[in-house]
């Protein structure tokens, strides 16, 4: 099988896969909600709050989709390494639609689903160097995220790699919400509405960075916001603001 067939082969095993996902998380998720269950029109706070939050799950992974396609038409799979996390993303994104209507399950699942992008990018470094290394030489893992941190704190960075900084930047956002995701206050149902929208207007502006040379989170504001969130989970963590046991991380799923 030529490369150019083994492309087609993934492309059409993956794409089938992002349909299943969509399809699991409606069947065991969205559908088992009361007002759908029991055929009425939803009229309850809690009931908008699950809504909100599955809109936001489904946008995560529709603007995956097209980002998918539109990155491997500029550069083809070639090894099997990014066709492999293709397959772990669909099963993180199969657990985003099921378990949407928690906060904290949602920040962790799109804390992973964002280190996976990373790797993902690697490999397609490693696959392409000549577009993305001065060298043609791909480096190795460490040596690639040191490049991708001093080209996030940096405004001159290698333009090669923009796309990836871009997707390192909104990397440690997401591992930075996590923590925060956990406070009570957003765990109610008025804060998961909010918490749902800021996820869409977050996914919509991460799509959009990619395009803009990392506007948004190479700049200033996005960084203090940023440094803000991690003083906040230090302060909360450490009981300066309240303590939610960490013990709690494994009763989510």
């Known amino acids: 099988m030529s490369e150019k067939d083994k492309d087609k082969f993934r492309i059409d095993f ?6 299943v996902a969509i399809h699991i998380g409606f069947v ?4 088992k909600e009361g007002w759908l269950e029991h055929h009425y029109f939803p009229t309850q706070l809690q009931e908008y709050a699950s809504i ?9 992974i529709v603007a995956s989709w ?3 396609h539109l990155s491997i038409n500029n ?5 099997d390494a990014r066709f492999v996390l293709d397959v772990v993303l669909l ?3 199969i657990f985003l639609l099921l378990y949407f209507r928690n906060p904290s399950s949602v920040a962790i699942l ?10 993902w990018d690697y490999f397609k470094t490693r696959e392409h160097p000549p577009k993305f290394y001065s060298d043609n030489l791909a480096p190795g893992l460490l040596v690639y995220l040191g490049r991708c941190i001093l080209g996030w704190l940096n405004r ?6 923009m796309g990836e900084i871009v997707t390192f930047g909104w990397t440690v956002f997401y591992i930075l919400l996590v923590p925060v995701a956990f406070a009570p206050l957003i765990n109610t149902h008025t804060g998961r509405i909010l918490f749902a929208v800021f996820l869409i207007g977050v996914a919509l502006m991460y799509r959009s960075d990619k395009h803009t040379r990392g506007l948004l989170i190479r700049s200033i504001p996005c960084k203090l916001l940023m440094v803000g969130m991690l003083g906040w989970t230090i302060l909360f963590y450490t009981d300066v603001l309240g303590w939610i046991g960490i013990h709690r991380l494994s009763s989510l799923f």
């Open 14 to 19: 993956i794409d089938p896969l992002f349909a």
């Open 28 to 31: 065991e998720g969205l559908l």
């Open 52 to 60: 909100c939050m599955f809109i936001a799950a489904l946008t995560v």
């Open 66 to 68: 097209v980002g998918y």
């Open 75 to 79: 550069n083809p799979i070639i090894g």
């Open 91 to 93: 099963i993180l994104y």
């Open 110 to 119: 799109m804390a992973l689903i964002f280190i996976v992008y990373t790797l």
């Open 156 to 161: 001159a960075a290698d333009e090669k790699l």
